[in-house]
Structures are given as C-alpha cells and as structure tokens.
C-alpha cells in the first residue's frame, strides 16, 4: 500500500515509476484469495476505517462498492453470556445506559462520552502528535482515565486487542486515540469482492508495464537495485517500500526502525450454511482471557460476494502465540464455537487457516508516529513500520516520500 500510494502521487505529477514487486500480485499485506469453491479470503480479517484520512485522499470509495459492518459488536462475557452494544462509540449514552452494569460502571459510561468528546475535539494528525499520550502505554492511559478493571476486560480488551492484535493493551496510547476517533466518526468496511480491490484500484491508476510482479529485489546499492535473477536497473532515485522485515535486511544498519518487533494473528476460516433471517452484521469479540476465538466475524453477511450462494463465511481470529499446530487449533476453536454458537458449529468446515507472524510492526509507548523516510542520497524507504501499525500509515508514508521527491 505504501509503495502504490507513493507511486500514484509521483504518476499524478508526471514523473516515470517502477514498482518492483515480490509477490505474483500486489498488495502486501492487503491480498485476497478466492477458493475453487467461491470463497474470498482476506488473508487475515481486516477492515477499513473509512475516516482514515489518507484513504479519503487517495481512494475512491464508489468504485469499491463498500460494505460495512454494524457499529458495535456482540460480546460474549467470561460466564459465557452475551451482551450487545450497538453503536458504543457513535451514539454511547443510548449504547452503555440500555446495558446491565456487566460491561462497567455508571461512571464508565460517562467517561465513554466524555472520550468521545475529547477525540472530536483534534484531528487524527493532533492525535497521534500527541507526546502525552504517545509516552504511555494504552492499558495504564486507560486505567489513569479512570476506567474499571471491568470495563478494560469487557469491553477495551476485546475490542482495541482486537485491532492492535494486543490484548495486554502495550500499544503507545497515541495510536488508541487516534483509532476510538475512527471509530467514533467512521465506519468498518469491506469492498465487495474483498480487501485486494484497494490495493487493486492504485495498480489499475498506473500506466500498463509500471508494475513488475515476481521480482524479488535482492540489494540496494546507492540507486542501483539488483534484482534477484541477477538483473540490475539504475534509477534517478529509490523508494524502499517494504515491510520492515525486509527493510531491516536491505537497508544500511543505522536506518533500521528501532523496533522490529511484530503482533502476530492467525485466522480460520470455516463455512457454514447460509444464516437463517437477516444478518445483524456484527462482529463477535470473546472477553474471557483463556479463549482461543479472540473474536468472530461473518464477511459475507456484510458482502455477499465473500461466499458461495446458500453457505456463510465464518473469520475466526486468535491473536498472539498460541503454539498449536494447525488441526489442533481448529480442533480446540471448533469446540470454543461449538460452545458459543451451538451445536451446529461443530458440523462447519474448516476452509483454510493463516498465520500472520508479521501482521502488524509492534509500537510501543514512546516510539515516534513517524520516522525518517529519507535513507541517504536518492534512497528513501516508507511503510507502516516507520510510522504506526496501520494501512492509514502505509499511505501517508507513501505519499511523503512521493512529495520529498517532488521538491528536490
Ligand atoms: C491480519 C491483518 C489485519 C490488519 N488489520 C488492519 C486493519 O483493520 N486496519 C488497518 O488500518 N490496518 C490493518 N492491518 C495493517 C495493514 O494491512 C498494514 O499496515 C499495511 O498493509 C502495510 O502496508 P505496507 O505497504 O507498509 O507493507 P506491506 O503490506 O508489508 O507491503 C510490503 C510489500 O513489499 C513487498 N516486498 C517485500 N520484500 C520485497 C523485496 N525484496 N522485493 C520486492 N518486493 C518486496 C511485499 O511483497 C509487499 O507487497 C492489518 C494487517 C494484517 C496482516
């Protein structure tokens, strides 16, 4: 995403580009596959955010055909009941007053609205600048704002573990306020036919040949790339927009990111006969600390497309390590499920399960929203892992780099 981003803005201005890419398609991080049965697969669940304000910059919404979730989520509480919170961060006062005190206190609820306040009050940009929040961690952020340890359990580990793919809440407090805020004035979305057709869109926007896929590139020497079947290309100037792992092993030692640390999920998918009644298009998040179905979602409930007619895409993920093989993680989901669902859970088929060691780069209390992006010479680099852990930031990253390029 960085790279295409970067390479639309330096297209749009007239400049030549080459994208390089690794893989037999584009899109990282951000890829799709479609089973023989007719299944899409996200590699991974993830969303949209649709008021993440480089994606508003840079992507046209109407093409993508979105769809979007509920706000809110079911959550299934440590005793194993459900509760429903619609709208908890859009609409809180109706949200948290129509719940029994299992989710938190009187005085949590308040405190929801007076959050809801206080990330309306500043922009994303105000919010992830912010040196106060970015030195603290979000778990002690939340417990100095005055949350109880029920609230934190039943609601914020579920739901921001969920997309920090954190659960202990480490991840610098910056980037919560910034992600409540997207929450607070946007929506969770997925395009139609899922999540590649965004990386998709910015391939379709470049000149025919601009993007050369299978092309692993070996070394960076100054502004020569040596490619990994052996080729060499010059070029005026080089933008080295992967994934910090790879940064990490093709760039000089000191322009490493201080940290290459990284969350990791997996996701299982499994298909079930189509639901009976209207979907409510709600995620599912499990609070108990000892499950292993961190949280659940139905894709094609939200867009069709995601499964065959007549069957429902179930998305299962387990965030952290949790050191099972493959059949023994679906067996033990199956069984969590089975629980949570009903007996018919245990008759769904096991579609396909990914591991995602290098889901998101890790950003800890005290790690800067942005880094540098200028390398040395003619050599720049950008990326979520030099900046935060989100598509917002492979974006931005992209198109800083593109206007550096432009002014010099
Ligand atoms: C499961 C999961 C859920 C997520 N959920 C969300 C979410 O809900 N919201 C959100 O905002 N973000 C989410 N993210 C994060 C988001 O996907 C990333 O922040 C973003 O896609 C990162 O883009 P990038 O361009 O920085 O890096 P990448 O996507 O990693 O792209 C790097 C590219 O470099 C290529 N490459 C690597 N090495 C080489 C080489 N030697 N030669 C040539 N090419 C190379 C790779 O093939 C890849 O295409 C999620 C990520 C995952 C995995």
Redesign the pocket.
Known sequence: ????ACANYLHRAGRPVLV????DA?????RTDVTPEGFRL????????TR?PEVERLIDYGALHLKAFRSGAVIRLPDGKETTLQNPLQQPVAAFSALTSRIGSLPDKLRIVSMVQHVRRFTSQQLLSRNSTNEQDTLSFLRQYGWSEQMIQNFFRPFFGG?F?DRSLSTAANFFEFVFKQFVEGE?VVPALGMQQIPEQLAARLPAGTIRLN????ALEGTSVRL?NGETLHAAAVVL???GE?AA??LPAANTAPTLAWRR?T?TYFAAPAAKGRPDKLLRLNASPTALAHNVAFPSDVASAYAPAGQRLVSV?THGEHGLSEADLTARLRQELTDWFGPEAAQWQHLRT?E?P????EYPAGQPARQSLKVQGHLYR????AAY??????LA??REVAEMLLAS
């Open positions: 995403m960085a790279g295409l390089l890419e690794a893989a584009v899109g990282g991080r951000v996200d590699r991974g669940f993830q969303v949209l955010l993440y997309v793919l969770a092309t692993p590139v070996a990994r927009a992967v994934d790879a092993r093709l999920t996701c993920s990914y995602l290098y889901a998101l780069p950008c990326g979520d892992y852990p989100s598509l917002n930031a492979a990253s992209g």
